[in-house]
């Protein structure tokens, strides 16, 4: 046993020590593991994502995630929101996030195909409420196109009047450099009117907003890399 515990040389570095002491060293998720072993700059692509939603949902109460997987980035919205409700209809993944779960990072995760229906969030009154906003990020390109209306439409009605919908999807346009994994779950890319029209389906109001790599930007909708619609006034 050392005479002492070991020290930084620069204090300020000490509490890495201290958390890895107490905690362990945090496990990244199956798929962020995955993309960390295969493309590890595709993380900082999927994180930037979550900033902007983040930013976008700042102060927002009840949030709803619709296809979490690994939950991994949803620590940053937690930053900015009151409380997280992730969803995903496979329960591998939900039963990952659940055994990572940190106390100081606690989300209401739970297995739900949101073709099945509205999801509810339990308020501590013991009542069911609607969310104040919602985003789906990378899910809508999974969805067969005859169920895109109804995808959206159960996200909307999981809202009450006056929230708001954020929804992230890589462009039609960009799979000709897509990963051949990649192209074989996307089976409905859009381009950005096509992502405005459906997300207009069930919101009256719908800002559109693209990113490649990790900048955000608003340019021309072709060269954009994925895309991310922002929707509000539900019909």
Not at 24 to 48: A, C, E, F
Not at 143 to 164: C, Q, R, T, Y
């Amino acid at each position: 046993m050392p005479d002492h515990e070991p020290t930084t040389k620069e204090p300020q570095y000490q509490r890495c020590v201290e958390l890895r002491d107490r905690d362990g060293l945090t496990p990244l998720g199956l798929m962020s593991n995955q993309t960390w072993h295969d493309d590890p700059k595709r993380l900082i692509y999927v994180l930037s994502r979550y900033k902007f939603v983040a930013k976008m949902l700042a102060g927002k109460q009840r949030v709803l995630e619709v296809g979490c997987a690994d939950a991994f980035g949803t620590r940053v919205v937690q930053q900015h929101v009151d409380h997280v409700t992730a969803i995903d209809f496979d329960a591998l993944f939900v039963e990952d996030v659940k055994k990572r779960m940190h106390p100081d990072w606690a989300i209401d995760v739970r297995v739900h195909d949101m073709l099945g229906g509205p999801v509810m969030d339990a308020a501590n009154d013991g009542t069911q409420k609607q969310f104040d906003a919602a985003y789906s990020l990378d899910v809508i390109e999974h969805i067969k196109p005859e169920n895109e209306v109804a995808f959206v439409a159960n996200i909307a009605a999981s809202l009450h009047e006056d929230g708001v919908l954020i929804l992230g999807s890589p462009s039609i346009h960009s799979q000709p450099h897509a990963s051949p994994a990649s192209k074989a779950g996307h089976i409905n890319c859009k381009d950005q009117p096509q992502l405005r029209a459906l997300m207009e389906t069930a919101f009256r109001n719908v800002f559109m907003f693209s990113m490649n790599d990790e900048v955000l930007h608003t340019g021309f909708g072709p060269m954009s890399h994925y895309l991310l619609a922002m929707g509000c006034g539900k019909r």
